[in-house]
């Protein structure tokens, strides 16, 4: 397969991702749809580094991995606190700084 | 042969992330992200990145999986309401998404990069492998992973400092579910604490109770009718 196929199927799914999370309004499935778009965007890194031949966009990939990771603990600790204030799940209710 | 695992892979991933999308209690679209992840394992492994597959795997479906169904199964689900703030919005979004990915197939396939149009050039053996890795991540990229490092150790922090409950004397949070004494909204249906008390065990022992209750039980004798049966 050629580098194309995969680049186009990057730049779907972080497409897929941008609408999830416009679309949706639960904090959890936003989260998720980052997820979807932190993917995509590996997915291109190492396909160009497979184009290139040079391993070095793998670790370009391995540190957004960790970002993610780091993203993924954070929001998720912010949700388990909105949850336990009695605040709506809900990113429309959810506008002001100030819990 | 790499073209159908290709094709498969990449029907597992758009169907993953579209279950992600479209799903209304966010547990399964927890379950369609690991179709997705797996999927996009696959294609790593196609794209001879053997060590990152791995750790898509490891990493994600592992940890980062199980942390979203913790949270998600500690949240509850709740299905999102059919009320949209934004007028439209169910429309609008996936034009939107559309209008994305055309804009980046033109900007990706339209530029000249002359490797696009082919498989990439022949690697040797050990490319993607954990050696590999691991020698370009501790010899050429060694500040970018210890800057990770310090990263996680931060973002483990904040997480507990995030979810641990706030108990600072200054603020004064919403309190939490009444749920020990009053039953779950105030208690509106029985009464106080001692009344539900003398309704609900007349005479099981005999010493404990509020005053009223001992009261009627002395005056109607050691064969005590519960004071609950008399229509209030």
Redesign the interface.
Known sequence: ?????????S??????????I?????P??I???L??ML?AG??AL??F?????N??G??F???V??????????G??????I????LP??V?ELRELR? | MEAILFFVAAIGALGGALGVVAMRNPFYGVLALVVHLFSLAVLFLLLTAAFLAAAQVVVYAGAVVVLYVFVSAYVGGQTESAWEPIPGQRFLAPLLGIALFVELSVAVLASSLRALGSGGPEVAAGFGDPAAIGNLLLEKFLIPFEASSILLLLAAVGAVVLASRPSTPGETPPPLVPWTEHGPAGGEGVGGPSERFAREEPGASGDSGTTLHRRVASEEGPPAPSPAETPS
Request: proline share 0%.
């Open positions: 397969m050629t580098a194309e196929w995969y680049v186009v199927l730049s779907l799914l972080f497409a897929i991702g941008a609408m999830g416009l679309l949706r309004r639960n959890v499935v989260l998720l749809c997820e979807l993917n590996n997915l190492i396909a580094s497979r184009m290139v031949g391993g070095q793998q670790i990939a391995l540190v991995m960790v970002v993610a990771a780091c993203e993924v603990v954070v998720l600790g912010l949700i388990v606190a949850f336990r204030r009695q799940l809900d429309d819990g």
